[in-house]
């Protein structure tokens, strides 16, 4: 389930390019923007803790490359289950997943996901990834993970730049600050619209 150390960020630059095409999607709600990634991570509790330990188990950080709680993976993720357009049953279905996720670690070493160690993490991750659901689910972590590393840290992610840092990318000038995000500037054209249709 790891990605191989040797070839991870040559991944991670192959799904940059591809996904170039990719819609953005990050429009986080307000009271969300700019928090800080130490918060997000303080006294975490079901379902944000598993998800934290399956996307750091996914993208694991090594001596030449950040890990998942280093992009702040964890606040981009909570930023996107909360934006405005979220659809609701995506998000049921992640928060659904750590439920499935648990109940099979449980029944097969006795103890919840966050309790065992790196192997048998990754055992149940294959186990759910032998299912369609849970690949799908997989799928839907590693798609949010990667969004985290590639996206504007005023989004939630990508904490301090270092995803770009470690892929050498150099962002376009000037980057929005928290009132140009990409859901305030749709916000302020649909008022705009409503405006003129009303004059």
Same mark, same amino acid.
């Given at each position: ?18 996904s ?39 993208f ?35 928060? &659904? ?8 670690? %449980?029944k $097969?070493?006795? *103890? /919840?996901?966050? !309790? =065992? ?22 799928s839907?972590?590693?798609?949010y ?19 770009? &840092? ?8 000037? %980057?929005? $600050?928290?009132? *140009? /995000?990409?859901? !305030? =500037? ?14």
């Open positions: 389930m790891n990605i191989p150390l040797m070839n991870r960020r040559q991944f991670v630059q192959l799904i940059a390019i591809t170039m095409g990719w819609p953005l999607i990050s429009k986080a709600k307000n009271n969300t923007l700019g928090k800080s990634a130490d918060l997000v991570y303080k006294n975490l509790s079901d379902p944000w803790l598993s998800l934290a330990h399956v996307q750091e188990h996914l694991p950080a090594d001596d030449t490359s950040p890990g998942a709680k280093d992009i702040s993976a964890l606040r981009f993720l909570r930023n996107m289950l909360q934006a405005p357009d979220m659809e609701a049953k995506e998000k049921e279905f992640i928060i &659904q997943g750590v439920t499935w996720l648990n109940d099979l670690s %449980t $097969t070493h006795n *103890q /919840v996901f966050t !309790k =065992l160690n790196s192997s048998d993490k990754e055992s149940i991750l294959r186990q759910i990834e032998s299912s369609r659901a849970g690949s799908r689910w997989l839907l972590m590693m798609t993970l990667i969004e985290a590393l590639l996206s504007d840290p005023v989004y939630g992610g990508n904490k301090d730049r270092k995803g770009w &840092q470690w892929l050498e990318h150099i962002a376009g000038f000037p %980057t929005p $600050t928290t009132e *140009q /995000v990409y859901f !305030k =500037l749709e916000q302020q054209a649909n008022e705009k619209m409503r405006w003129r249709t009303k004059a």
